[in-house]
């Protein structure tokens, strides 16, 4: 079965501290993995895609097939990172078409 | 400017009424998505389009029906509203690599 699983439903840090967001998941194929946020009353927008192996607000995401993770990372957390933090998979070119996690609320404190 | 557009915001409604939610977008995608957002749940797939004459459903279509009236319109019915329908409902569209959200509609059935 597809699955993605973030075990932790709430992750609070004190500013400056590192922070690892989990994603775990099951597919059989080849998944593109994505991190999506959702600020305070703002809509849901894309953070990083695996394929790109970018950097966006200092956070990165490796995928590790070996172990099925797609962890979300950032060094030192910010203040404005505070959000909800979406993990999902899809199948190649099927980008809209995600199976998400539960969701991890971060929460980043002064 | 909002590239996905979502009515009505919030709406409360009676058991057993039908109820329509309409989005549009302005990004020019064929392709079209609506998922429903529970506390621990994540978002879930409720049905999605791929052109205007390609309609499929999702994870979680019971209940629910939709129609495609152009590129740009992509509307999510419920025939006949039950208390576990309120939820949180967006509307998202996608390039294929990308999703791009509405700022989604509050939906209470009492």
């Known amino acids: 079965a597809q699955r993605v699983t973030q075990p932790e439903k709430l992750l609070s840090v004190f500013k400056g501290a590192p922070v690892e967001l989990k994603c775990n998941y099951s597919?059989?194929?080849?998944?593109?993995l994505f991190w999506y946020v959702q600020y305070s009353r703002q809509r849901l927008q894309l953070l990083l895609r695996?394929?790109s192996r970018e950097s966006i607000k200092g956070f990165t995401a490796d995928l590790n097939k070996g172990e099925t993770s797609f962890h979300l990372k950032k060094p030192f957390a910010q203040e404005e990172d505070s959000a909800m933090y979406y993990c999902?998979?899809?199948?190649?070119?099927?980008?809209?078409?995600?199976?998400f996690g539960q969701g991890t609320e971060l929460s980043v404190k002064p | 400017d909002a590239d996905v557009t979502q009515t009505p915001r919030n709406r409360i409604t009676k058991t057993g009424k039908r109820i329509m939610l309409e989005c549009s977008q302005t990004?020019?995608?064929?392709?079209m998505y609506w998922y429903r957002q529970d506390p621990g749940l994540g978002l879930r797939l409720i049905y999605y389009?791929?052109?205007?004459?390609?309609?499929n459903k999702g994870e979680i279509s019971d209940g629910y029906s939709v129609s495609r009236q152009a590129q740009a319109k992509f509307s999510l019915s419920l025939e006949s509203a039950i208390p576990n329908q309120t939820a949180l409902y967006f509307c998202?569209?996608?390039?294929?690599?990308?999703?791009?959200f509405g700022q989604g509609t509050r939906l209470t059935v009492v």
């Open positions: 998202a569209t996608s390039d294929g690599f990308e999703a791009f």
């Open positions: 597919y059989s194929g080849s998944p593109e």
């Open positions: 695996h394929i």
């Open positions: 999902a998979l899809s199948r190649y070119n099927q980008g809209g078409k995600l199976i």
């Open positions: 990004k020019g995608h064929d392709r």
């Open positions: 389009s791929f052109d205007v004459k390609d309609i």
